[in-house]
């Protein structure tokens, strides 16, 4: 029974939330009829234009409804908030082989339940509506994200020097994330010929990096819990 519910936290938990995720955004983008920061009046969502958090707005920039997306992004962050939570608060328990790997998996815990905790907030606040506490979130997602990917590559390297290859690619992941934050919080953007869309597709870029290490994560995590008997605690 306690190997089900490891196997669930650890593994079903954070794939079937990426999925959701993946699907409701989808839905949100396919849905979104309410243009762009650039141009308010243009058709339908744009890949290289319109932000992520545009999809969550109440109203979209023309002025139309925003319902569907409105719901379906929305809720999409929620649940990827509550599902992350609870796995990275029970991550440690599997990184509990030495004081070393234990340690920086907590940090890196730390780091990963205040993501989660910004990733619903960012669903909770649209940003025509609650603008300021919208971008404290959505900045401090990529912020705490790339410190919780620094500390579980090192982590992932300390279990087992197998995972050198799964936590390189892992850290590249976390390369880019930390790419967006350079590009769009210190202003990197300014420097490159189209501002806005520097900082539209670091987003996206950054998301799917996100996205991509959820299942390099799952592989790391299934063959620790093959190896090795988990006492399954908060933070370990």
Not at 41 to 60: A, Q
Not at 194 to 211: D, F, R, Y
Request: charged share 10%; hydrophobic share 55%.
């Amino acid at each position: 029974m306690m190997k089900n519910l490891e196997y669930n936290i650890f593994i079903i938990l954070p794939i079937l939330s990426i999925v959701l995720f993946v699907s409701l955004v989808s839905i949100a983008m396919i849905t979104y009829d309410g243009g762009n920061a650039v141009d308010n009046f243009s058709y339908g969502y744009s890949f290289s234009l319109n932000y992520l958090s545009d999809l969550g707005r109440d109203i979209g920039y023309s002025g139309k409804n925003n319902q569907i997306s409105f719901y379906t992004f929305n809720l999409s962050l929620i649940i990827i908030g509550i599902s992350f939570l609870i796995y990275f608060l029970f991550l440690p328990s599997l990184h509990n082989i030495s004081p070393a790997s234990f340690m920086l998996s907590r940090i890196g815990g730390i780091f990963g339940c205040f993501a989660s905790v910004c990733f619903a907030g960012v669903g909770l606040t649209p940003s025509d509506l609650y603008f300021d506490l919208h971008v404290f979130f959505a900045n401090w997602v990529f912020r705490s994200m790339s410190l919780a990917v620094f500390f579980y590559s090192l982590t992932f390297l300390l279990i087992n020097k197998e995972n050198i290859i799964l936590s390189l690619i892992f850290f590249s992941s976390g390369l880019i994330v930390l790419s967006h934050i350079i590009i769009a919080d210190f202003d990197f953007a300014l420097y490159m010929s189209n501002p806005h869309n520097a900082k539209v597709l670091s987003q996206k870029a950054a998301v799917i990096a996100m996205i991509f290490m959820v299942p390099l994560m799952a592989i790391i995590n299934l063959k620790q819990l093959n190896d090795q008997k988990i006492s399954l605690r908060v933070f370990g």
